[in-house]
């Protein structure tokens, strides 16, 4: 302040700076802040509400899953329920344990016996595609003696085998011992590739190998069938896929087997491949890990 | 004296089918088809043993064999299950329901009588299927 003589205000000297930019500029952190605020505050409740929407898309999906597996246990159950009656009955009389039967008589009963087990490999074969698709399928991995499960399966083919006059040659490698995996569905893949060999062989031998590969096992398959057209090899484990050889209707099969092998592989991390020349015949390889299980 | 065998089974052909193979071959059969019919008969009759049915409507198979092995009167009578769920994870709870053993379903009609007659030699604990 600047005083005159007598001791009055004459002037008021101050030191300012024009703060009119500074508090424009608060306004807007503030305007900002409050915008910011409710931007929020809509985002969490966006998020609150898909949330929810989530929940109950789970809660149907997971639903639909429960009904889904109910589905396939049941249909598994009333579809064998009946024809287990049949192959159970015609068994019976086959072995003449409900009186003699005549030379006719036995043979249209193995007719019988022989349509219906067709029939419940069918019925199988699709369940089975059905659970897969639905995503229904598990595994069960147990460790198990690999070897004895080869050689039951080639058992289970042997008869067959030798009335056609084919020779089965095993061939396992003595370091082929444990392994851990699905038993029942490592065995159903083995037999399928088996029956398939001697299905469409009609001479020579069927060769069955068996080698460890690092973690991994190696079993092949291999015939002097009649072979598989180069053609047919890229569709050969698509679903419904069935090689017509004009020969075909000879060949009951379900035109699933090798789709089902296939997902089953896929399941247990494992592969299936296929060589084959036409009129030489063909060779099915699979191969999986010792140790299945520590798939997520 | 021929020995008398429990069935509880509610499949009629099935049923039918077990008793025609067993009575060929010697046995006596009783059938029922619920599970609580199953106990009753049970205690009145104490058969040589108990064929159950897994899959039975109402008290299922596993609550039946569970209810059995509460009876001490019932402790040398084998139970042995007759089911068709063949997974790992079953067979355990069947045997741990307090079944001997069990039988695959489909029946083999040539098989099943050797196996029951196995069962009966073998006598009762907790035994694994033959393979």
């Known amino acids: ?296 | 004296m021929s020995e008398t065998l429990l069935i509880i089974e509610d499949n009629p052909q099935n049923f039918y089918m077990m008793r025609f193979l067993l009575e060929k071959n010697g046995f006596t059969v009783i059938g029922v088809e619920n599970g609580r019919e199953g106990i009753e008969k049970a205690l009145t009759l104490k058969p040589r043993a108990i064929l159950l049915d897994i899959q039975l409507p109402e008290m299922d198979g596993y609550a039946v064999a569970e209810e059995l092995t509460k009876h001490g009167e019932l402790g040398d009578v084998p139970i042995i299950a007759v089911t068709s769920y063949a997974m790992v994870g079953d067979r355990e709870r069947i045997l741990a329901a307090g079944a001997t053993g069990y039988i695959e379903k489909p029946i083999d009609p040539e098989t099943f009588v050797a196996e029951i007659v196995q069962y009966l030699a073998d006598g009762c604990g907790h035994l694994e299927k033959r393979q």
């Open chain 1, 1 to 296: 302040m600047v005083l005159d003589d007598q001791g009055e205000v004459i002037e008021i000297l101050s030191i300012g700076s024009d703060i009119t930019d500074r508090i424009q500029a608060e306004e807007e952190i503030r305007r900002l802040n409050d915008d910011l605020r409710q931007h929020a505050a809509v985002l969490e409740q966006r998020v609150a509400d898909r949330t929810a929407e989530l929940v109950i898309a789970r809660d149907r999906a997971e639903s639909a899953d429960r009904i889904k597996s109910a589905f396939l246990a049941t249909m598994s159950h009333e579809l064998r329920t009946p024809l287990n009656s049949i192959i159970g009955f015609t068994g019976i009389m086959i072995q003449g344990l409900a009186g003699p039967l005549n030379e006719e008589q036995q043979k249209q009963m193995r007719m019988v016996q022989g349509s219906s087990r067709h029939l419940l490999a069918l019925i199988n074969d699709v369940l089975d595609i059905s659970k897969i698709e639905a995503g229904q399928l598990t595994l069960a991995f147990t460790a198990f003696a690999l070897r004895p499960a080869i050689e039951k399966m080639v058992g289970l083919v042997s008869p067959l085998a030798e009335k056609k006059g084919i020779t089965l040659v095993l061939d396992i490698a003595d370091d082929v011992a444990t392994v851990t995996s699905d038993q029942r569905r490592l065995e159903q893949v083995f037999l399928n590739l088996l029956n398939n060999a001697v299905k469409f062989t009609d001479k020579g031998q069927i060769r069955i190998s068996c080698r460890r590969d690092n973690g991994h096992y190696r079993l092949s398959v291999s015939d002097t069938g009649i072979g598989i057209q180069p053609e047919e090899l890229p569709g050969l484990f698509q679903p419904f896929h069935q090689i017509d050889t004009g020969l075909s209707r000879k060949h009951e099969g379900t035109g699933l087997g090798l789709s089902i092998c296939k997902k089953l592989m896929d399941m247990m991390g494992g592969t299936i491949d296929v060589q084959s020349r036409w009129g030489q015949g063909s060779t099915f390889t699979i191969c999986f890990p010792r140790q299945a299980g520590d798939l997520s």
